[in-house]
């Protein structure tokens, strides 16, 4: 089967290399063309343009940052509307709004080609191990086709519903919980240094006490060590995730408050820090808002 692969970031390098690995082959393209040189020494053709990656792709994945990177390589002559076959199925991988995400099944059902929605959870070093939690949601056939693509790039794929929006949704529910576990240790972490708490050993008990799960483990010791470069998610995008939460939250009429405070956080963190930090860099800015930095 051929398949072909939009967006060579840190993630969707990872991601693309394993399905290299199932043996099937693989066309790739990325703005930026030199990301691809890794993959290409490994076997994957690169292409000039979207629709190139598409030509007799059964199935196009992308792995972009935003709403606008996906829509950028949509339309046109060279957009992946125009080299996906009909029938054949593009995998969105991407955080992108909800309406984006039913824009793209209108936009792929008026070609006749089909379209899932499958955002990732996970670090660029659990894309690289192929260890990602995938959400799912589209037609059953379709996720049915991916699914063993799905489970060549993650540990576990979760079907949440058969209207692709609903994994994006889920998606972005997420981060905000992620956020608000990173929020909720830079609190505390700033509360305990300031007694005179060493913060490597505070996340150690709450980590082996109350939280033993990976989002506290790691982001816990980032802030503790005041870890924040190289970013495995940057500020930038947890900023983008929350404010898409936000227009889900306002056209679902539902009153998330505290997703307002960490979205000013983040907002005077990347103000303070710069783009390049992570978005546990929240650490900090109450660090420093606690008199510690």
Known sequence: MR????????????????????????????????????????????????????????????????????ESVLDGQDGLFQGLAQGALHVSLSTISIGLADRLVAGHAARDQRYLSAPVFGRPDVAAAAKLSIVVAGDPADMDHAAPLLSAIGQRVYR??????????VKLGGNFMICAAIEAMAEAMALVRKGGVDGQRFIEVMTGALFDVPVYRNYGAMIAEDRFVPAGFTAPLGFKDLRLAGEAAEAERVAMPLLGVMRDHLLETIARDGEAVDWSAIGRTLARRAGLD
């Open 160 to 169: 949440v519903g058969d209207k692709p929006s609903m994994a994006n949704l």
């Open 3 to 70: 398949i072909g692969f939009l967006g060579l970031g840190q993630m969707g390098t990872a991601i693309a290399a394993n399905l290299l690995r199932t043996g099937n082959a693989l066309t790739v393209w990325n703005r930026s063309a030199e990301r691809a040189a890794p993959l290409v020494e490994q076997g994957a053709v690169l292409a000039a343009n979207p629709r190139a990656a598409a030509d007799k792709a059964a199935i196009v994945f992308s792995m972009l940052a935003d709403d606008h990177a996906v």
